[in-house]
């Protein structure tokens, strides 16, 4: 699960601050209440590192979605051939039937 709440340590005043990407608001926090904080480097580098996963990700998945579309459209094709050489067995009519 992807973490929510970020902390670092503010460059002017040395303070942590927390800042939580859901919601968008961001607070001070005192160095007793900060678990495990980052610097601004690193958050920004783990950021950089998700987004180029997420969009290879994007990628591949977009690609495997063309190699479907190409081989059902193929298929299809297939079975319009065949049925344009099956002229003789036409589908039969529901009410030809009594």
Not at 41 to 60: E, G, N, P, V, Y
């Amino acid at each position: 699960m992807a973490e929510t709440v970020f902390t670092f340590s503010c460059p002017c005043c040395n303070k942590l601050i927390e800042v939580d990407t859901r919601s968008g608001k961001a607070r001070a926090a005192r160095p007793e209440e900060a678990k495990g904080g980052q610097d601004l480097d690193s958050l920004l580098k783990s950021q950089k590192k998700d987004q180029q996963r997420l969009a290879d990700m994007f990628s591949s998945a977009k690609d495997s979605e063309a190699k479907k579309t190409e081989q059902l459209d193929a298929q299809l094709k297939k079975a319009k051939d065949e049925a344009k050489k099956d002229k003789d067995t036409r589908p039969r009519n529901i009410f030809d039937l009594d």
